[in-house]
């Protein structure tokens, strides 16, 4: 299945899973997926479901349990308020100048937030950031389990570390380093990914952008036509056949915003890209509107997300960058993480 994206000279292709969901259940509140899983688009029974309980420690997306090992709430959330600290810090430095952005994206982007976040970790811990680890999770593993056995692991102190990366300097011993190089995974390569992934998606949905347009209102959008987090498991529970009689007691949920943020029902005109439409909707209240989960339990890294893919977009707006012209597809694969697997940025011709 291909959709048309603005420019309409580009062609956004989906894989088939993926285009199937969009061919057989768009505009569907509630229907079969599998024989044991039943998706959800519907924003009100989306909203019921997600509502009735919190995520689990298998379902939340990033602080899953790390090797057997359970991951705090409090946990998380000291290690999600150290990386913000990190992304602050990095936000309040002077404006990188003279940065070469072309190439592919989104790992062109990727490796730019690495540098700007992590730059000053050991090469150790900042090898945790290479999207070839997204390849296996046995070549993670082999990565951290190497990286935690050899000498000369970085020590806490004097400043010259994150402070992400002065967490896992204080681990002691080889399980804890373990550990502590998971966790730094888990908690610095989602900033980087999904940043460098929903900056890739704007810029090809809309690229170029009128001189006016909101890099706020861009973000949005691109959000919304291809979400990075495009679905919501929720493992079978009893809570949901109260919800909805269609929902059996045995059956997994998996609530969809890449259905709900094209509904036609919902959204004027759903598959332009049109960040002018932000203008008088809130991203907070929008049925059906759900890049950063349910308002009851919101994505950890919302509230990072948005001002480096701000920064991001600023920095190729301004460097004169487009485009491809000669690229006119764009493939999305069925990944965990929604979004263009090449978008090829070049300097603008001249006349």
């Known amino acids: ?14 894989a088939p899973r993926l285009a199937a969901l969009l ?4 505009g569907r ?10 998706g959800v688009a519907g924003p009100e029974v989306a909203d019921r479901i997600l509502a009735a ?24 959330s000291a290690v999600t308020r150290t990386v913000g600290g990190d992304v602050r810090d990095a936000l309040a430095r002077p404006r990188p100048k003279d940065v070469d952005l072309s190439g592919p994206w989104p790992l062109t982007g990727h490796l730019f937030l690495r540098d700007l976040i992590l730059g000053r970790d050991s090469y150790r811990l900042r090898m945790l950031m290479s999207r070839n680890l997204e390849l296996t999770t046995l070549l993670t593993w082999s990565v951290i389990g190497v990286g935690a056995a050899l000498p000369g692991w970085p020590r806490p102190g004097g400043g010259r570390l994150t402070a992400l990366g002065e967490r896992a300097a204080g681990a002691v011993g080889y399980q804890e380093r373990r550990y502590a190089m998971g966790m730094y995974r888990r908690a610095a390569a989602p900033v980087c990914f999904t940043i460098s992934t929903l900056v890739a998606n704007a810029l090809w949905l809309g690229a ?36 909805d009689a269609r929902i059996g007691p045995d059956d997994d949920v998996l609530v969809l915003p890449l259905l709900s ?23 907070d209240t929008a049925p059906g509107y759900l890049p950063f989960g349910h308002s009851s339990e919101r994505c950890w890294g919302r509230h990072m997300v948005v001002p480096l893919a701000e920064l991001l977009l600023d920095l190729v707006r301004e460097s004169g960058l487009v485009v491809d012209p000669a690229q006119h597809t764009a493939k999305v694969p069925l990944l965990g993480l929604l979004g263009v697997a090449d978008v090829r940025l070049v300097k603008a011709r001249t006349a």
């Open 1 to 14: 299945m291909t959709l048309s994206s603005v420019p309409r000279t580009r062609t956004t292709v989906f």
């Open 23 to 26: 061919r057989d259940h768009l």
């Open 29 to 38: 509140d509630v229907f079969r997926l599998e024989p044991d899983t039943i």
């Open 53 to 76: 309980r919190r995520a689990t420690e298998t379902e939340r997306p990033t602080f899953k349990p790390l090797h057997g090992r359970s991951i705090s709430r409090a946990e998380a």
């Open 208 to 243: 170029p952008f009128a001189d006016g347009m909101s890099n706020r209102n861009i973000i949005h959008e691109s959000l919304r036509l291809l979400p990075p987090s495009w679905n919501i498991l929720r493992n079978a529970s009893p809570e949901y056949p109260a919800v």
């Open 261 to 283: 943020h094209r509904d036609p029902a919902l959204w004027e005109e759903p598959d332009a890209f049109r960040p002018e439409r932000w203008d008088t909707l809130d991203p």
